[in-house]
């Protein structure tokens, strides 16, 4: 995939990204580092679509009470993470029904045995064993409808979300392929490794960070206190050498140095310097005191933000307004094509 980030030039069409996130809790160190913080960035120079992706939600059993709370919650979580909804298009994704209705049609045009190799799937169907439906089996059909609605150019996503994206793109060759050329094929916007890809758990740094993690030591959530970072990140996994440097067998190192190094921008040289002739414990306060001085403006703007329901509401209203009408022209062009009466 390649990583074609070129703004246009201003007599150009600025080029269109999307991303999502699920409301399956709150944020993750690993959601903001992979993801959040870059969509921010991309403001100035694309045209962005932001989405709060609850129906890819339900395909894990959701209490329906705690759904719509953490709905609301995420959203004004990307608004405090600095997502403008007067320079980007911020909305709820069951708010805009085009998205259903272009992922049915992309099921039929997405194979058994693509969906069945995907990693997601495997993980998630060995967690959720005792409710693996059919949602959760076609859920990248959904992530591909999400993203082709828009014609859109190109989408920020953490490492995890590549074998999805990669599909997207299958799936939008495939049916230009039989109808001509009616989907953008998207490209993706991947971090480096050393800027935060893929965060792993605190607890297991082989797995990746997730919000929906039982063991709430693995994670660090965005809006915990800085006492908790701090004590969260003292209890991290790492190994017995005691030696701040990246290296193989080194998974939970290696994962707080990513993490500093994204926030920091130091390389993983100059943090082995940093921390020449110190100690884990040294090493891990440090990145626990990053982590705080990133969130603390997030956090604050997030208490503001959830004074205000009438404004979120406003903001998410008119975000799905402004979502549905551009999704309309690329939906109306698939149902004229596979044959959809008018
Ligand atoms: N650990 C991670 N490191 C880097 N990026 C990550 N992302 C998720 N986890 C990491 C990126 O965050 C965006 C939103 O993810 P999502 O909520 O839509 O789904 P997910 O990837 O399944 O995230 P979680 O936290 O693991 O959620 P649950 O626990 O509900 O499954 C994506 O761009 C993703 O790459």
């Known amino acids: 995939m390649s990583e074609n980030t070129t703004p246009t030039t201003q007599t150009e069409r600025k080029k269109r990204v999307f991303s999502g996130i699920q409301p399956t809790g709150v944020f993750t160190l690993g959601n903001y580092i992979g993801a959040i ?6 403001q100035a120079d694309y045209d962005c679509l932001y989405s709060i992706v609850n129906l890819h939600a339900i395909t894990v059993r959701q209490d329906p009470q705690a759904l719509k709370k953490n709905t609301l919650s995420s959203y004004a ?3 405090a ?10 909305f709820i994704q069951s708010h805009v029904p085009t998205h259903s209705q272009l992922a049915w049609v992309l099921n039929c045009y997405t194979q058994f045995g693509e969906l069945s190799r995907m990693t997601q799937f495997k993980d998630k169907s060995a967690k959720y064993a005792d409710n693996i439906n059919a949602g959760l089996f076609t859920y990248p059909s959904l992530m591909a409808a999400d993203i082709l609605l828009y014609g859109t150019d190109l989408v920020p996503v953490g490492a995890d979300q590549k074998q999805h994206l990669e599909l997207a793109r299958d799936i939008a060759n495939r049916f230009n392929g039989i109808y001509g050329n009616v989907f953008t094929v998207p490209d993706g916007i991947i971090p480096k490794s050393n800027e935060g890809a893929r965060v792993m ?7 990746k ?3 929906s993690d039982t063991n709430t030591k693995s994670f660090v ?3 915990d206190e800085p006492n908790t970072i701090i004590k969260k990140f003292k209890g991290a996994v790492t190994d017995s050498e005691a030696s701040v440097h990246y290296g193989e067998g080194k998974d939970g190192i290696n994962n707080l140095m990513g993490i500093y190094s ?3 921008s130091k390389t993983f040289d100059e943090i082995e310097d940093e921390f020449r002739g110190k100690g884990y414990g040294d090493f891990k306060v440090a990145v626990g005191e990053v982590v705080c001085e990133e969130l603390k403006p997030i956090q604050d703007r997030y208490k503001e933000l959830m004074t205000d329901k009438a404004y979120l509401e406003k903001c998410y209203r008119e975000g799905a307004e402004k979502a549905e ?3 309309h022209r690329i939906m109306n062009k698939v149902n004229k094509k596979v044959g959809f009466i008018d």
Not at 81 to 90: F, L, R
């Open 77 to 79: 979580l990307i608004l």
């Open 37 to 42: 913080r870059n969509w921010d960035k991309l």
């Open 201 to 207: 758990s605190l607890q297991d740094p082989t797995k």
């Open 262 to 264: 994204a926030l920091t």
């Open 221 to 223: 959530s965005i809006l």
């Open 81 to 90: 993470c600095g997502i403008d909804p007067q320079k980007s298009i911020a």
């Open 325 to 327: 009408a551009i999704s």
């Open 209 to 211: 960070m997730s919000k």
